[in-house]
């Protein structure tokens, strides 16, 4: 009888679904997928959900292959020494190895009023539950989005592109991941929306009440609709399993994505913090992420020593409505330079690039093994002989 490896992959973004897809390139590994939801969700779509012009679900038959046995069940626990997860339905599932993909959540305002009065507008349910609140909220009734990262950004120029009243609350500066020159680019679309950009060091937000958002400076910004895009957080399961976590409850590994807790426990995506420096959160990281997670296991299932992680940037693409967009150019080691494109061109990349991600997880689940990462980083490598760690304790999740 052929002996198996049982692999289960937790969370079905696109850093778990690239990984399961990817483990299918040996024949003797059983992957199952376990993820809260029938359907993948298109995160970078979250804010179109809010002003209503996408659904940004696809079909888990379109981009996972055909040997991966999706579980529809939300992991509440893992036994590291027992090599079994538990579920919210009472299921344990056993796994020879386990590849933690949580991803990321809106984590927990620390403004008073913000959890009672905000809404989030980080995962699928909470964009469809703000949606219904915007299409029932009067036409001219103010709307502050809090958050000045590509979320915020996007969020507010999707609604003023929709002939809402837009306050956009940066809380310091617009965009702080973006070159001036490319920080410019974007105030000057949010204007021609209309959308009212606040911005330095007087606009972080100290209280939320159900009609008003109060700023450092003591300014009280009238809002009906008051929506919170300040950072991310990611899911307690790590925590809540007594594995090793960084600040914000990623999970810490190696270089080569390995817990360092337990060599059969691998991490991908927004929730993983190797060596204690955590890439940034995004949709770029999250797929290479998730291939090289895949083949971490395969290596050691075949006896080998895993490789580290070799992974660059290019730089972040906002929407700016429906057809325009920045894409802000940057560095491998994922700091923005000066060049950056604009306008109606960028918004065609951006869409672009939406897509493709889609047809590179269908791609590998098709033919496994297929996909690449073209940008590598160096200057990981340099910081990290040198001793240089960071762990951020907010992030943004982008292209």
């Known amino acids: 009888m052929t002996e198996h490896t ?33 359907r993948f969700v298109q995160r970078l779509r979250l804010h179109q959900v809010v002003g209503g012009s996408s659904d940004a679900v696809v079909d888990y038959r379109s981009v996972l292959a055909d040997r991966v046995r999706l579980v529809v069940d939300a992991a509440t626990g893992i036994d590291a020494s027992g090599r079994h997860i538990t579920t919210a339905s009472g299921r344990t599932i056993h796994y020879d190895y386990l590849i933690y993909a949580v991803g990321s959540d809106s984590g927990a305002p620390q403004v008073p009023g913000a959890a009672e009065h905000a809404h989030p507008v980080a995962t699928l349910e909470e964009a469809e539950r703000l949606g219904k609140v915007i299409a029932a909220a009067s036409s001219t009734a103010p709307v502050t989005v809090v958050g000045a990262g590509a979320t915020g950004i996007e969020t507010a120029a999707e609604l003023a592109e929709a002939g809402r009243t ?62 919170w895009a300040a950072g991310l957080g990611v899911p307690d399961l790590a925590a809540r399993s007594g594995l090793s976590i960084d600040a914000l409850g990623r999970l810490l590994t190696d270089e080569t994505l390995t817990s360092v807790d337990d060599t059969h426990i691998v991490a991908a995506g927004d929730a993983v913090a190797p060596s204690g420096r955590p890439l940034r959160m995004s949709c ?14 395969l290596r050691r299932i075949a006896g080998a020593q895993p490789e580290p992680i070799d992974i660059g940037f290019f730089g972040q693409c906002i929407g700016l409505g429906r057809r325009t967009a920045t894409a802000q150019l940057a560095g491998r080691d994922d700091t923005a330079n000066r060049f950056y494109l604009g306008g109606r061109l960028a918004g065609t990349i951006k869409e672009y690039a939406i897509r493709s991600m889609v047809k590179e997880l269908a791609r590998e689940a098709r033919r496994p093994g297929s996909f690449s990462w073209p940008f590598t980083d160096d200057t990981r490598r340099q910081l990290l002989r040198a001793g240089g760690s960071e762990s951020p304790t907010t992030a943004e999740r982008t292209v």
């Open 6 to 38: 049982n692999v289960v992959v937790i969370g079905g973004g696109y850093a778990g679904v690239m990984a399961a897809n990817r483990l299918t390139r040996r024949a003797d590994v059983r992957v199952t997928l376990v993820n809260p939801r029938r």
């Open 284 to 297: 770029q990281s999250a797929r290479p992420l998730g291939a090289h997670a895949a083949d971490t296991v």
């Open 166 to 227: 837009v306050t956009l609350v940066c809380g310091g500066a617009l965009g702080p991941y973006l070159h001036p020159r490319g920080r410019r680019s974007v105030a000057k679309r949010l204007t021609e929306l209309g959308v009212t950009v606040l911005d330095g060091p007087g606009t972080r937000v100290t209280a939320v009440t159900p009609d008003a958002v109060r700023l450092a400076d003591g300014r009280d910004i009238a809002s009906t609709v008051t929506i």
